[in-house]
């Protein structure tokens, strides 16, 4: 067993707060953090590049034995107090596993035949961009476009992700003429999706070839330009009170159109 | 304007902090609460039984002229201090507007020709029921079975409908004996939603007449018993990496299949 680290002052610890609290910090340094078991198992299975690994007293007795099989050449493994765990855990019942993660290099996209792809446009709520990966994971959804929305390395995206982040293809894309021509290169036809009954609706619009969905903003929707961008529009048919479906159900609802 | 309110031993204020706590005292008092302007707006518009509207100073001057339009015949108003508002609120950023509410009693379940239901059995993360009952609501289903899920009257649940607990009729059963009895005597054939690749696919199993599909737990699913109970056992194709649906998502999965 290594040193026990009490103090907040021990510099892996001083990182791993500023780049849990900051994008800033973590576009500097490439790195961003994991908190819990699984999430952290994930990111070793997956050989996402995992510099510190952090455990509790308490977690390094319970799950250290686990752990410590991956691979961890690469990595520098620290036991902590309890108490400093609970220093820096994001939430009050804390497993107190925690993680230093390289952010993966960004590879151009490759574009599957009949691939499907959906595109989050200004999404803000971090629980809904996690969700949106889990389900694109699930489904099979061959990639994930995120262009002006709340960054993928906050640990609160990271959290509801729930692991898919480490599976899922995810191309952020710095400007909207930008994501245009990625998708009119790689032979994309883009759908917005909108709430209006004068669009096409899924149920009938037929999904073909290459396909991307764009998903807007949870208030606002699409910016009406984008809209007109896509070669068309889409809408989910519905027979209640609209407005009720929040922005990851409507993705889902969508992705799982877009895979049957 | 009322006198304002200080003392966080006033009777109504009391009351408010008892409900929000403990199921024990809902169902005693047969009242819940309510936070935030939207939801309890939608509760007096859809004329539910608000007993008392409490409202910061400064939601009484920001909001006082939109919400005392409604019919307050049968409610009593207060105004608090801000002071008192961000105390009895569950949220950091508080719009400082309260209410108290009715339990409804229970009716007994209505089904429609072609009626489509879900059933939450043993649901427990108040979000994904919040949001289930939001989705259900969006896609018009037309009754919600809970049965040894968590209180629907819990704030969090209540927050995460967005209003749509006062719009969809949601039945509350006591035992899995009388869940099966109600949907029995209704003549609704029942599916057990599961994870296995053996059960009958959503997208194949056809769905016609009265129609109920259950939901199991977040983490274990139905147990093996209830899902041998209905008729029978159905699935959603996945292409992915399966577990990584969330139940919400897959359940609004479902009632998008049951509705389509």
Known sequence: MENI??????????????????????????????????????ALREEARVSHLILTKQAFDRFGDELLQADLRDTKTLVISNELGNRIASTSTTQGVFAIC??????????????????????????????????????????????????????????????SVFRENIYIIGSEDELFEVLKSGGVMTSA????????????????????????????????????????????PMNGTINSLNAAMAAGILMWELKK
């Open 193 to 236: 999706a909108v709430i209006d009954t004068d669009a096409e609706k899924v149920t009938e619009c037929g999904f073909t070839g290459r396909q991307a969905v764009f998903i807007g903003n949870e208030g606002n929707g699409l910016p009406a330009e984008v809209s007109r961008r896509c070669d068309r529009r889409v809408t989910i």
């Open 5 to 42: 680290i009490t103090s907040k002052d021990n510099p892996v610890i001083k990182l791993y707060q500023k780049l849990s609290d900051s994008k800033k910090e973590r576009l500097q340094y490439g790195l961003f953090v994991l908190e819990g078991l699984r999430i952290v198992e994930d």
């Open 102 to 163: 390289g952010i993966p290099e960004m590879k151009a996209p490759v574009f599957a035949d009949n691939g499907r792809y959906v595109v989050l446009f200004g999404l803000q709520d971090p629980g809904n961009v996690g969700m949106i990966i889990r389900t694109a994971d699930a489904l099979g959804i061959d990639g994930i476009f995120m262009c002006g929305s709340c960054d993928l390395y906050s640990p609160k995206v990271i959290r509801s992700t729930m692991g």
